[in-house]
Nanobody
Framework: QVQLVEFGGGVVQVGESLRLACVSD????????MAWYRQAPGKRREQVAT???????TYNIHVKDRFTVSRDNAKNTMFLQMRSLKSEDSAVYYC???????????WGQGTQVTVSS
């Protein structure tokens, strides 16, 4: 069973930056589509960004131009650099992996990001 663990959440002020990391204990990064999701209280979980094994990203329209997703396959780590944070970015952020060969899904436990005004 592969485990995903997120790091880097915390409390920041509006306009500040934060970087999240997701580390896998299994060697899956070369064969998985990775993604960040988030869920705010009372709202549905939404996809924030995805990144292919080759490093091609996609972004939610609400974070495009502010967030950057990247990955280091050799270290089984994915990052989410968040800039110009807004109060509406406050949520629990989850790391997600989907194995391309089997469509098996994995989720991290989540890390809280709070943007305070």
């Amino acid at each position: 069973q592969v485990q995903l663990v997120e790091f880097g959440g915390g409390v920041v002020q509006v306009g500040e930056s934060l970087r999240l990391a997701c580390v896998s204990d299994g060697n899956i990064f070369n064969v998985a589509l990775m993604a960040w999701y988030r869920q705010a209280p009372g709202k549905r979980r939404e996809q924030v960004a995805t990144i292919t094994p080759g490093g091609i990203p996609t972004y939610n329209i609400h974070v495009k131009d502010r967030f950057t997703v990247s990955r280091d396959n050799a270290k089984n780590t994915m990052f989410l650099q968040m800039r110009s944070l807004k109060s509406e970015d406050s949520a629990v952020y989850y790391c997600h992996a989907r194995l391309i060969s089997s469509s098996t899904l994995y989720w991290g436990q989540g890390t809280q990001v709070t943007v305070s005004s």
